[in-house]
């Protein structure tokens, strides 16, 4: 883990020895550069948190399976937060934190798909001239930052909300509900069947009574 401080140009680094294993350090070293690059190009003017994270975890090349599914169920449960709401990440539980920087990423990735990967020097260009966002993505995309995130959300929830299927306990409580459903219809459907025999047996038989007795 690390982090950065882009007013001073100063990259703080855990020591490999207290880091978690899976920790990739190259990734670790090209996010917390990016903030600082992007901090001396800016010169201290504002950035939204979103583009500042997304654009880090973009260099950097982060993601993994376990992201995608985290971001799969939020869109599922329609938990997503704005992209403006993330300027409070620093405020989030862990979770809502997580949440806040893989959204970050995939409007950062939205901008790259559909406008191109010089988009993102342009937007930087825009702001460096103390354009604010919502300006910025005018004069680098054509529509201000509100049509940007419902576009960008829009498509988020195509793109994302299949994968949920990939979810193990998502995917064994619904096998488990349906599970439960086919024996229950198919139990009820043997009782019915298991019923009109009982029927037919008691009619049958009671039909035999009545012939014995007109004997006598």
Same mark, same amino acid.
Do not use: C
């Given at each position: 883990?690390?982090?950065?401080?882009?007013?001073?140009?100063?990259?703080?680094?855990?020591?490999?020895?207290?880091?978690?294993?899976?920790?990739?350090?190259?990734?670790?070293?090209?996010?917390?550069? @990016?903030?600082?690059?992007?901090?001396?190009?800016?010169?201290?003017?504002?950035?939204?948190?979103?583009?500042?994270?997304?654009?880090?975890?973009?260099?950097?090349?982060?993601?993994?399976?376990?992201? @995608?599914?985290?971001?799969?169920?939020?869109?599922?449960?329609?938990?997503?937060?704005?992209?403006?709401?993330?300027?409070?990440?620093?405020?989030?539980?862990?979770?809502?934190?997580?949440?806040?920087?893989?959204?970050?990423? @995939?409007?950062?990735?939205?901008?790259?798909?559909?406008?191109?990967?010089?988009?993102?020097?342009?937007?930087?260009?825009?702001?460096?001239?103390?354009?604010?966002?919502?300006?910025?993505?005018?004069?680098?995309?054509?529509?201000?930052?509100?049509?940007?995130?419902?576009?960008?959300?829009?498509?988020?929830?195509?793109?994302?909300?299949?994968?949920?299927?990939?979810?193990?306990?998502?995917?064994?409580?619904?096998?488990?509900?349906?599970?439960?459903?086919?024996?229950?219809?198919?139990?009820?459907?043997?009782?019915?069947?298991?019923?009109?025999?009982?029927?037919?047996?008691?009619?049958?038989?009671?039909?035999?009574?009545?012939?014995?007795?007109?004997?006598?």
């Amino acid at each position: 883990m690390g982090a950065a401080d882009p007013i001073r140009g100063i990259i703080f680094l855990k020591s490999p020895r207290f880091a978690k294993p899976e920790t990739n350090l190259n990734q670790v070293v090209t996010h917390e550069l @990016t903030h600082v690059v992007l901090g001396m190009i800016l010169k201290g003017k504002p950035v939204s948190r979103w583009f500042d994270e997304g654009l880090a975890q973009y260099e950097s090349g982060e993601g993994s399976m376990w992201e @995608t599914i985290l971001l799969a169920r939020s869109v599922f449960a329609g938990e997503i937060i704005w992209l403006n709401d993330i300027n409070n990440v620093l405020d989030f539980r862990r979770h809502k934190a997580a949440l806040a920087y893989l959204e970050s990423r @995939t409007a950062v990735d939205y901008l790259v798909e559909h406008y191109g990967r010089d988009v993102l020097a342009r937007i930087i260009q825009h702001l460096k001239a103390n354009s604010g966002m919502d300006k910025a993505l005018v004069l680098s995309i054509g529509i201000n930052f509100q049509d940007f995130q419902n576009d960008w959300y829009r498509t988020l929830k195509h793109k994302y909300r299949w994968y949920v299927f990939m979810d193990f306990p998502v995917v064994l409580s619904a096998l488990f509900v349906i599970l439960f459903l086919t024996a229950f219809f198919v139990t009820r459907r043997r009782m019915r069947k298991k019923k009109e025999i009982w029927e037919k047996e008691v009619l049958h038989e009671y039909g035999d009574f009545e012939k014995d007795q007109t004997l006598y």
